[in-house]
């Protein structure tokens, strides 16, 4: 059974800074791939970024792209979504999900377990 807990939301201006953690219950955290998706107020819920069990470059949606960065410890089973230069568009909730598999993937579907989000808010 994986168990997730996001934390680390809140409401910020634009430009300003969020640091949204993910601790994931389970034995084997170093061999999950972990992402990160978010759903603004209707819209479907999007990719954002994933980081994969074994090491490599990280994955990022376009629009995020060197402002959003992914990182993981797997010693405390901890994933991080360090969110800088804010944009008011940025304004979701947002979900850590895991992937049993070792490479990173965008698709909604490869993920099945899934945290029950934290909202972020970016004011203009």
């Known amino acids: 059974q994986v168990q997730i807990v996001e934390s680390g939301g809140g409401l910020v201006q634009a430009g300003g800074s969020l640091r949204l953690s993910c601790v994931v219950s389970?034995?084997?955290?170093?061999?999950?791939?972990m992402g990160w998706f978010r759903q603004a107020p209707g819209k479907e819920r999007e990719f954002v970024a994933a980081?994969?069990?074994?090491?490599?470059?990280?994955s990022y949606k376009d629009s995020v792209k060197g402002r959003f960065t992914i990182s993981r410890d797997n010693a405390k089973k901890t994933v991080y979504l360090q969110m800088d230069s804010l944009k008011p568009e940025d304004t979701a909730v947002y979900y850590c999900?895991?992937?049993?598999?070792?490479?990173?993937?965008?698709?909604?579907?490869?993920?099945?377990?899934w945290g029950q989000g934290t909202q972020v808010t970016v004011s203009s």
């Open positions: 999900a895991v992937r049993i598999d070792p490479l990173t993937s965008m698709d909604i579907q490869a993920y099945p377990y």
């Open positions: 389970g034995r084997t955290f170093s061999a999950y791939t």
């Open positions: 980081v994969s069990a074994i090491g490599g470059r990280p």
